[in-house]
């Protein structure tokens, strides 16, 4: 099993009013990659980080392989989602890869 832990923060222009349905849009179109993408076999995303966090969200999800991650990036429909839902808002992405 294979973890692609993603973080990000909002770009500094990004209306504080604005956060909450961008953040809903992000994870409902992230969480619909499973089933689409090969290898893909959870999707969390998390909303509501504790004050101490450095970052606004996070991508926390499972796949079978460590070659799924390289399947998962480079995938039409997880590209699709990332250039309309995530890249356009978001900047200081952070990335942890791990297997367990």
Known sequence: MVHHIVMWKFKPEIEESKKPELKKAMEENL???VGKVPGLLTVDFVTDPIPSSTH???????????EDIKVYGS??????????????????RACLDYED
Do not use: G
Request: glycine share 0%; net charge negative; charged share 30%.
């Open 75 to 92: 995938h039409p429909e997880h590209v699709k989602v990332a250039d309309t839902y995530v890249r356009p808002y978001t900047t200081e």
């Open 31 to 33: 969480k619909s990659l």
């Open 56 to 66: 606004d969200m996070a991508l926390v999800t499972t796949m079978e392989k460590a």
